[in-house]
């Protein structure tokens, strides 16, 4: 079966960030499975659907990605997965108190989960799905930092020009 990482997140929307650290993954995992968590704590743009549909689009041309969604605890999912370690992505120092406390919570949880974090691309540093929002809502080009169907969707949603 190879080994497989759990790439979970929101994803509301996909950045151009989170695309490198999957890129990154498949160099040391078979197979990344991309699952946005259903009961996310944050009030979402985009739905579930959306979120999936964007997804499904931007690696559709990488066979070791898998796109889904889960419901409940990341570990339990991790486990129904048979997968060997839940992956994420560290830009800087900022993100790392919230990652540290996600990753220990998340091995108390289960003790056998392991969590394995790559380092972004240096260009992607200061893309978050947060601040590609706000730029959009605004009307700013989000174009060259969240994949092409991002950029269509959040024209679609704010009525503003990233063309
Ligand atoms: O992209 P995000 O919003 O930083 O991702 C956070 C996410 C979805 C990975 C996290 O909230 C999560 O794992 N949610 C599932 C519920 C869960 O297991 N929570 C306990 C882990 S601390």
Redesign the pocket.
Known sequence: MGRIAVY????DPVTNGHCDVVRRGLRLFDKVVVAI?R????TPLFTIEERLEMLQETFKEMPGVLVDSFDG???DYVVRRQADAILRGLRAVSDFEYEFQ?AL??RKLNKNVQTVFLMTGLRWIYISSSIIKEAAQFGGDTRGMVPDIVCKKLKQKFGTSQE
């Open positions: 979970p997140g929101s994803f968590a009961n996310g704590t944050k605890l990341l570990v996600m919570m998340n």
